[in-house]
């Protein structure tokens, strides 16, 4: 495939795109197409809303300067375009990958990116934020906000049109309406703003804007009184259209794959006062034939040949196991159900929305409402289901205390993507939700080391009741036999498991793990007669009665997680022993309070310090080796 076009070698900074002519512009846009088509080949990636965004990218770099000028980039995942214009082309190669570029902008990365972004719908009120900065200090830069049709479902973006339509800062807000999520997208704004494109008035006004492209580039001044007027008459074409009723104006739906259309509209809606929403219709996985035609699949794709691409789905995944069970859950209590913020693919639902669609629902990008729909469905004697990726969660965790915990409501959180994430990067690390969870009242916290573990555990939890969160990683697990649910053994809610006993318990080195560490744990174990190994399943309530047995005699304790060591599984622990008056060293692995890029999760496990040769090297140092003898517990830093 042909990657690198006449000009795109020639052009390494937005002053370079604002040299080439108009039509140029129309061929930069193909062979950025190319490029990011190649690139996500090699090792996966963003592929299909950064090809939905290439005309767009480049009208935009035409016409504003974002070394000074802002714009913001809902989610960031569309930006492969604008980081090869922005002086990144040489390593976009390495996007997602350990030590790359970001897969989402990143300010610390390019002083042309204003966000560093990777949740949805922030973009709105980031920018309105930095208008008003701009405005304070009466500062020359322009702000322009860039959010998808999906990130518009989040309340804090409609929250901060709330504002933006309030405050009136100039600045064009570019909704691009590709009718997509990761899955079709839902609510009632998306069904209005598909019943624009069908409206007679919506040809009338595609016929205008086509005439007034003829005479594109006319005066300003005639443009600014013709274009209130057009505005009003043919672009904000309802009373009832929604952004308008906000204070916002109202412009389009216009092609946003057209060049000449984007530049027209763009550089004559900053000349206007206040804020302008530009609506513009993309078609996801634009210009590569198998991403238009199933762009769910071709979201994130992983790598494929670009000459016979066929996309990879995962299979016995954690996602998968967790959907197959509450598939069979739901068959077996018509009082199940499952409530997804927008991740029906990544969470392993596609089956299941099509098996109970009654007890099903998809409610957008909007984690606070699906914990608190949970709630509402609990009081009403339903249960409820709440699949959300750790990270997201973070967004629901008022709702998760004020509407779940408070009435103690029968409520499961099935998190996914607990740990590290892999290409995502930092903000994506579901490495908190121990820590934020443990805290709050009524809670329960536990994580299955394999997916019979997760079926017992859901099990239990729907029956036991209360607010249960049960946690997994991403990847890989393998699949368990396939029986009703009526058939599966539940785990004991707040029960540890000794998996390994030492050969005396007096003086022995315990490991507690935790998911993926329960197997590291073991590996490292292996050989080392004075280490025994404990599966720390349940966070809270944690096994204070085994845990305490176990410190008895013990030398030392080791905890492992995949998850920041402030406030998870180690302090837990810590806070287990301190309470039962009994003093042991206690080494903790996991996040040591920092941020954590993209990279291969388990490289990265090893480099911080809690992967299975890390591990063996921790009990070295106490002395727990497999030959010979070691270093005394007690001239180790404790507790790291
Ligand atoms: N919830 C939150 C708060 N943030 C993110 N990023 C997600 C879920 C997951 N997510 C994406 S991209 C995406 C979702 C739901 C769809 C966004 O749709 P939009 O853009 O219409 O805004 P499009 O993909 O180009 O159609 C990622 O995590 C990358």
Redesign the pocket.
């Known amino acids: 495939m042909k990657d690198v076009g006449p000009l795109l070698p020639g052009v390494n900074s937005p002053a370079d795109v604002k040299r080439l002519s108009q039509e140029q512009l129309k061929q930069l846009a193909e062979e950025l197409r190319s490029k990011i088509i190649r690139v996500c080949s090699i090792a996966g990636g ?1 592929l ?3 090809l ?2 290439v005309e767009l990218t480049v009208a935009l770099h035409y016409l504003y300067d974002t070394s000074h000028d802002r714009i913001v980039w ?5 930006t492969y375009g604008h980081k090869i214009l922005t002086g990144r082309g040489d390593r976009i190669e390495t996007i997602r990958q350990p030590g790359g570029l970001a ?2 902008t990143a300010v610390s990365e390019s002083e042309h990116d204003a966000l560093t972004v ?5 973009s709105l009120a980031a920018a309105l934020g930095m208008a008003l900065a701009r405005d304070a200090r009466q500062a020359p830069y322009d702000v322009v906000a860039v ?8 309340g ?1 973006a409609l929250a901060a049109l709330n504002q933006i339509g309030h405050l009136k800062p100039q600045m064009t807000i570019v909704l ?7 899955s079709e ?1 839902v609510g009632a704004i998306n069904h209005y703003m598909r019943t624009l494109q069908v409206q007679p008035w919506f040809q009338r006004a595609e016929d205008r804007s086509k005439q007034a492209l003829t005479r594109m580039w006319e005066p300003l001044g005639e443009f600014a009184s013709r274009a209130k007027k057009a505005t009003r008459r043919f672009f904000d074409p309802a009373s009832n259209n929604p952004f308008h009723a906000m204070g916002l104006r109202y412009v389009g739906p216009v092609d946003g794959h057209d060049v000449d259309q984007l530049l027209y509209y763009l550089d004559h809606i900053r000349q206007l006062d206040g804020p302008t929403m530009l609506h513009i219709v ?1 078609r ?1 996985g634009k210009g590569y034939k198998v991403a238009e035609t199933d ?1 769910i699949a071709w ?2 794709a992983s790598s494929f040949d670009p000459e016979n691409p066929i996309a990879k789905a995962a299979s016995h995944t954690w996602s998968k196991a967790f959907g197959d069970a509450a598939g069979k859950l739901a068959e077996a209590d018509d009082r199940v159900w499952v409530i997804t ?3 029906r693919e ?1 969470s392993g639902l596609v089956e299941y929305s099509k098996q109970h669609a009654d007890r099903y629902i998809d409610v957008g ?1 909007a ?1 606070d409402v699906a914990v608190t729909v949970g709630a509402g469905l609990a009081l009403r004697g339903e249960k409820p289901i709440v699949a959300i ?1 750790s ?2 969660l973070q ?1 629901g965790y008022d709702q998760v205390i004020h509407d779940v915990a408070l009435e103690n409501l029968d409520v499961v959180f099935a998190i996914d993507r607990a740990g590290l994430v892999g290409g ?1 990067g930092a ?2 690390q579901g490495i908190f939700d121990l820590a934020y969870l443990r805290t709050v009242p009524n809670m329960s916290v536990a994580m299955p080391r394999d997916a019979e573990q997760m079926r017992g555990m859901l099990k239990a939890a729907l029956r036991i009741g209360g607010p249960k969160a049960i946690r997994w990683p991403r990847g890989s697990v393998p699949v368990p036999e396939d029986l009703p649910a009526t058939e599966w053994r539940e785990v004991e809610w707040g029960a540890w498991e000794v998996l390994k006993e030492p050969g005396s318990r007096d003086g022995a080195v315990w490991v507690v793990g935790l998911g993926p560490t329960v197997a590291y744990a073991l590996r490292a174990a292996e050989g080392r007669p004075k280490v025994g190994v404990v599966d720390g399943r349940f966070v809270k309530p944690l096994d204070a009665k085994l845990l305490l047995d176990l410190a008895e005699g013990a030398s030392a304790i080791i905890t492992a997680e995949d998850h920041t060591v402030l406030g998870g599984m180690g302090s837990a622990v810590l806070e287990a022993l301190s309470e039962g008056g009994r003093s042991v060293p206690v080494v903790r692995l996991g996040v040591h309070d920092t941020t954590v890029p993209h990279g291969d999760p388990a490289a990265q496990h090893e480099e911080l310090g809690y992967g299975p040769t890390a591990i063996g090297r921790t009990l070295d140092e106490l002395g727990a080796e497999s030959a010979g003898s070691g270093r005394a517990a007690e001239t180790l830093e404790v507790t790291r």
């Open positions: 963003h299909a809303s950064s939905g965004a809902d989610v960031g995942h569309q897969g989402f990777g949740h949805a719908s922030t959010i998808g049709d999906g990130a518009l479902t989040g804090m691009n309406d590709n009718e997509m999520s990761i997208n993309t996801k762009p979201h994130g913020p927008a991740m990544g990008i984690e990726y990270t997201f967004r995502d903000t994506h």
